[in-house]
């Protein structure tokens, strides 16, 4: 068996491509340009990469993008400030916080001080909980949102099917699982006191790779046919899976680069627009 590969550059396009037609319309209609304020503190290298990414999409779909760089040692609480601030500036309809901040840094408390309405990264206790509870009103984290739209433009129906999420990130594994568990898939979140990992990969219908460590799941454990989604970006666009292995057996597989990656930006835009003409409206 060969995998047939989940083109995410072209279904991100699609998106990108509509958000910037109902930018261009808000703007035509109301004046108002939707904006997206970046927070980053330090300079870690592939924040930077990843940050330049969003702003070069951002002008290309005709959203304002304002950077916010912050140094290595700013504290906590000079952060949560910043980002007060951005919550209560009208002119800032979207706030993203780029992931990881400097380990001195309470970033619980950072992603906290995002305005729910303004949260189009999907990262407060606020939209996780709206995202759980199916509430139309809260923004989802855009990796695993990038996912859901995935499955859903590849015809993945997840109802009934066994979905293994391995990691458990708060930004990423838990509310991918719990994305699944509203389409009535069942569950299983892998981490690393998992007694069997191979065992419960095997048995997944769909796999999600949340690790964070590069071609950590082996394709001989993947079940044939399975639907692997890969959401790493470990260093030299390295997945979670090892891709040579999961293409012999899985049924649809996530290219790296080219799957989730450029999801997870579209969402971003996306939500960006939506909270901008939510805003409009008010
Ligand atoms: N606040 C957040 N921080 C982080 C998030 C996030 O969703 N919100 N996700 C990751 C990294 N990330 C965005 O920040 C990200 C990583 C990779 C890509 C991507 O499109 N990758 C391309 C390849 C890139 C290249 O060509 O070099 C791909 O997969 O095709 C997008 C976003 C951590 N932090």
Redesign the pocket.
């Known amino acids: 068996m060969s995998a047939e590969l989940m083109n995410?550059?072209e279904l991100a396009r699609e998106i990108v491509d509509r958000s910037a037609e109902r930018a261009r319309i808000l703007v035509a209609e109301t004046g108002v340009r939707p904006c997206l304020a970046t927070v980053i503190v330090g300079d870690d290298p592939a924040?930077v990469?990843?940050v330049a990414?969003?702003r070069r999409r951002c002008a290309k779909a005709g959203i304002e993008s304002r950077l916010v760089s912050l140094p290595e040692a700013t504290t906590t609480a000079e952060l949560v400030a910043v980002i007060r601030g951005l919550s209560d500036d009208p002119s800032v309809h979207g706030i993203?916080?780029?992931?990881?901040v400097p380990g001195h840094i309470d970033e619980r408390a950072a992603f906290e001080a995002i305005a729910p309405a303004k949260d189009v990264?999907g990262?407060t206790m606020w939209s996780f909980a709206a995202m759980a509870f199916g509430q139309a009103d809260g923004f989802v984290?855009?990796?695993p949102g990038g996912i859901m739209r995935l499955l859903d433009a590849y015809g993945v129906d997840p109802a009934g099917k066994r979905a293994v999420v391995v990691g458990r990130s708060p930004?990423l594994g838990k509310p991918m699982g719990m994305l699944l568990l509203a389409r009535d898939a069942t569950v299983t979140y892998c981490h690393s006191r998992t007694v069997d990992l191979s065992a419960e990969i095997a048995g997944a219908d769909i796999l999600v790779a949340a690790v964070g460590r590069p071609e950590f799941i082996k394709g001989a454990d993947i079940k044939p046919g399975a639907v692997v989604i890969d959401a790493g970006?470990n260093p030299g666009?390295v997945g979670d899976v090892d891709a040579e292995g999961a293409r012999e057996r899985a049924g649809l597989l996530t290219p790296?680069?080219?799957?989730?990656?450029?999801m997870?930006?579209a969402l971003?835009l996306e939500q960006t627009v939506v909270a901008a003409e939510r805003s409009a409206q008010r």
């Open positions: 995410g550059t924040s990469t990843y990414m969003k993203l916080l780029q992931h990881p990264d990262v984290s855009c990796t930004i970006y666009n790296v680069p080219g799957g989730v990656g450029p997870t930006i971003l």
